[in-house]
């Protein structure tokens, strides 16, 4: 069963199939402690190749930690081809054969839109459309344009969905809850959006080519502040 914690009402629950940046960030954020000056690795190059070209991660603005890498395997318990999200350590891992996972920092729901559960890939999409929900454009008229009954957004490097989207059902429902590019680089390992799981382009063109539709995914239960239920 799906655990959506802190959700106190309809209009709540709209608002995590946006997606988008709330504005609010943690303020226990690994972000908002200083970093040091890198150099990023070539995968988090530009990307020219795209029907959209995805510009190269900015150096110093992703922490090290966050950047992707296969690591030892912290789930044994899941089979190969599981997707494990810890959003209190703003990881991401995909279970390999022989004790590895690739590991990926990711930005996750802010404040009381934190929910943990079990679902599946149900299909993905590449450079998928955004439609702001009904009660999301309710609050935000600016939204009309995208909304579901005008179609959405057009795909492209400002769509919040970015440039690839894994969506998550349960019990073949819908559960409106993404995993899914971004152009916001600063957002990763913060607390920022509306309930999704935000990733680097490059790095959700990475898992998209990974996964298989029927994938698990399992959103551990998230411990920051005023997200418990």
Known sequence: MMKRRSFLGV??????????????????????IARQPSVMPSFYAAVPTEPYPIPAVPPDVVPQRFWRQRVENPFPDERVGTIVVD????????????????????????QGFSWSGDAVVQYKRQWPRWKAPDDMVARQPELEPYSVANGGMDPGLDNPLGARAL????????????IHG???????????SSGCIRML??????????VTDGARVVVRPSQMPDALA
Do not use: K, W
Not at 205 to 210: A, E, P, S, T
């Open 11 to 32: 209009a709540a629950f709209a608002a995590l199939t946006g997606c988008a940046s709330t504005g609010n960030r943690s303020s226990g954020s690994v972000n908002a």
């Open 87 to 110: 959003p209190n350590a703003f990881y991401l891992h995909l279970v390999e054969e022989g004790g590895s996972a690739m590991r990926y920092g990711v930005g996750v729901g802010r």
């Open 167 to 178: 969506y998550l059902f349960e019990n073949g429902q819908d559960t409106l809850y993404r």
């Open 182 to 192: 971004n152009p916001e680089a600063q957002s990763i390992g913060q607390a920022v």
């Open 201 to 210: 382009n490059q790095d959700v063109i990475d898992l998209y080519n990974r």
